[in-house]
Nanobody
Framework: QVQLVESGGGLVQAGGSLRLSCAAS???????????MGWYRQAPGKQRDLVAS??????PYYSDSVKGRFTISRDHVNTWYLQMNSLKPEDTAVYYC?????????????WGQGTLVTVSS
């Protein structure tokens, strides 16, 4: 199976930048089958929404609210990032990374524990 750990959250002023990282660990086979990577966020009292995602061999997807400001990237088979620029107070949320991979029973999903991003005005 796959375990995900996010890092890089924190407090930043509006207009600032943060880079979130997501590191995958666990079964080498499952990690090698990761075919989709994504970042979600959940603000207090709201549902968890997709922010950005990328599939192997595909183009990245960004929600309208972050398009042009956030960039998803991957530099190793088990590490990917969310570069967040021009942050706004409405970007304040817990950010979660997500991965789709092949587990013992077929297609599976893994979630990280979340990292808090707070943008002050």
């Amino acid at each position: 199976q796959v375990q995900l750990v996010e890092s890089g959250g924190g407090l930043v002023q509006a207009g600032g930048s943060l880079r979130l990282s997501c590191a995958a660990s666990g079964s080498g086979f499952s990690i090698s089958t990761i075919n989709t990577m994504g970042w979600y966020r959940q603000a207090p009292g709201k549902q968890r929404d997709l922010v950005a995602s990328i599939a192997s061999g595909g183009s990245p997807y960004y929600s309208d609210s972050v398009k042009g400001r956030f960039t998803i990237s991957r530099d190793h088979v088990n590490t990917w990032y969310l570069q967040m620029n021009s942050l706004k107070p409405e970007d304040t949320a817990v950010y979660y990374c997500n991965a789709g991979f092949l587990g013992r029973a077929g297609a599976a999903n893994a979630w990280g524990q979340g990292t808090l991003v707070t943008v002050s005005s």
